[in-house]
């Protein structure tokens, strides 16, 4: 099989410009380090000691800190979920069996998936290179922010992205996308197998052992406001597109981080209206990755349908656990022998089965 | 589970040690060099300098 000359030499182009892209924060900072003749290696303070001091400069108690570490998170998920539930934003779609895919992929991932994978990811480090724990603890706070925005947001973009593009890795995050609705309830709907593999989680934990964990808490942080603003119910993002007056700041919003009406795009049923399209907008905490690699589509309106025009509901176990376990779904892409990629079906069919 | 199974997750796998093994090449390879091109350079004949 001979590939595409076309797209050898789009994946090179691309290869490129990602590689540039992670190397461009620590390129600024060894220019400001030669600028202002810096050495943190050699007489700087430590990143936590920098962090530490931030804290206490701020006066932020140790409470509110192990509030923020432990359940701000969880506070935020059920402080939205509670204003769209009460608005009525999930309509008649949130079932028994979306509420158990939302659910229990909310506690699992987030107190389970992600532990054990950077746990295990921490573990091969302190195997592989003992003598690395630390070593990076010298780059500035700020500037390991800059540097794990970049590495974690980037990996997670493409991670994302060939799971759209490859057929044979849609059905990890179909999970993901199988929801109707839009909401805080299902941001963080994943299959296991898809959140065991979250690129960007190995690497962060990865230069947590080398010394950027205090920086890696911000970014994170940051990671899931952004995340629970994007699949909101609330479409906070509309009276910045409807008033012209609000229109530089929508811009410059809409072009650096991902806004409801962009990620509502990427989780349209259809892509056939102009306004849903989830062939692009990959983006988790920047857009500007979508725009830099042409996958960018920004209407600023919001689709009428979400999720896969074929889902049937398929029975949450299966879900969460594919391939491991299958849904009873006849010709459903998690059945058995089903099909790797099913073609979108005429959006009718699944309305009428909401109507009954 | 069956072999077409097993081989997905295999070839998943392997596009995920690809996805992390690429963006920590070029961050720690980058903040390496900073620090290997930015660190005072130490004069070459420093131990002979200090037998004399």
């Not at chain 1, 009406?261 to 102009?274: E, L, M, R």
């Not at chain 2, 070839?11 to 690429?22: D, E, P, R, S």
């Amino acid at each position: 099989m001979k590939a595409d000359p076309d797209v050898l030499r789009k994946v090179r182009r691309d290869l490129s410009i990602t590689a540039v892209m992670y190397v461009l924060p620590v390129f600024a900072m060894a220019m400001w380090f030669l600028y202002s003749g810096q050495r943190p290696w050699i007489d700087g303070p430590t990143q936590m000691q920098s962090a530490l001091n931030l804290l206490s400069s701020l006066h932020i108690s140790g409470s509110v800190i192990s509030f923020l570490a432990n359940h701000w998170l969880t506070t935020l998920i059920i402080v939205v979920g509670i204003i769209e539930t009460i608005f009525g934003l999930y309509g008649n779609y949130w079932d028994h069996n979306e509420k158990a895919v939302d659910v229990l992929s909310y506690v699992l991932v987030q107190s389970v998936i992600i532990p054990v994978a950077s746990l295990l990811a921490l573990k091969l480090c302190i195997l592989a290179a003992p003598h690395l724990a630390g070593s990076l603890g010298w780059i500035p706070f700020w500037w390991g922010v800059a540097i794990l925005c970049v590495g974690d947001d980037l990996t997670q973009y493409w991670y994302h992205r060939l799971h759209h593009q490859l057929p044979w890795l849609w059905r990890f995050h179909r999970t993901h996308h199988s929801s109707s609705y839009m909401g805080a309830n299902m941001a963080y709907r994943q299959g296991m197998v898809y959140a065991f593999g979250f690129a960007n989680v190995w690497v962060v934990a990865v230069l947590t052992f080398l010394g950027l964990g205090p920086a890696a808490i911000v970014t994170s942080a940051a990671k899931a406001i952004v995340v629970i603003a994007s699949h909101t119910a609330i479409r906070w993002d509309l009276p910045l597109y409807r008033h012209r007056i609000l229109h530089p700041i929508a811009w410059l919003l809409e072009h650096t981080f991902i806004m409801p009406a962009v990620h509502h795009a990427h989780h349209a049923a259809t892509t056939d209206d102009g306004i849903g399209y989830y062939k692009g907008n990959f983006g988790n905490l920047f857009f500007f990755w979508d725009l830099t690699f042409g996958t960018a589509h920004i209407t600023r309106q919001y689709p009428a349908h979400y999720g896969v025009s074929h889902y049937e509901n398929d029975p949450w176990h299966s879900q969460l656990l594919w391939p491991f376990v299958k849904s009873n779904v006849p010709g459903s892409e998690l059945s058995q022998g089903g099909p790797v990629l099913r073609d979108d079906v005429p959006l009718e069919h699944r309305m009428a089965r909401y109507r009954r | 589970m069956d072999r077409d199974d097993v081989n997905v997750l295999l070839k998943k796998a392997g596009v995920n040690i690809l996805i992390i093994l690429f963006p920590l090449v070029m961050i720690v390879g980058s903040l390496w060099l900073t620090r290997h091109f930015l660190s005072p350079r130490q004069p070459a004949n420093i131990t002979e300098g200090a037998k004399r």
